[in-house]
């Protein structure tokens, strides 16, 4: 099964920035085929991508991130400004993270560390905290696109407060990626 750790956010996040991707779309007039708009109620803060695991390397993954939630206390977690992946023509738009961030990166670093410690490859670049608002698929698209980033740097979608990890299971389906909490474990 193809599996990954992430965090929540809430509704309140959810519908800014919903709001966010369709000024931007009416701002850009970016169609379909140019972007793949990520819906806003499948948003989540991902910490580490696995992949495809088996069951016994499933109970592994929950176990370990059980404990690391455990020796983790709950914060909360400023959700704000627009920027992108790629060069002048951006492949990836998405929100980032203000406040509280520090505390999200500290997390995502113990789970690829004691993971690593497990067995599963370490990450090899850092750790960037951000909910992807559309995958570009055309280099026109990608320059507008980064272009209206810019007009969106001082954006303030709430804050959420981070008080558990989830172990998700992703399901690709030719219409819309299906994610299943497999474990959710509280912060301390």
Known sequence: MRVFIAVDINQQIKEAIGRLQEQLRKKTGIGKGQA???????????????????????AQVCTTVEEIAKGCKSFELAVESVGFFGGRAAKVLWVGSGAGSEKLCAL??????????????????E?????????????????????????FGDFKAGTVLIEKVLVYQSQLTPAVPIYTALGSYGLG
């Open 108 to 125: 995502a670093k113990e789970i690829d560390e004691r993971l690593a410690q497990a067995g599963f490859a370490k990450e090899d670049r």
């Open 36 to 58: 793949s708009w990520v819906r806003p109620d499948a948003m989540h803060l991902t910490t580490k991508f696995l992949g495809e695991i088996d069951d016994e390397q499933l």
């Open 127 to 151: 750790f960037a905290a951000h909910l992807t608002l559309c995958r570009i698929k055309d280099i026109a698209a990608g320059k507008s696109l980064a272009e209206a980033a810019g007009r």
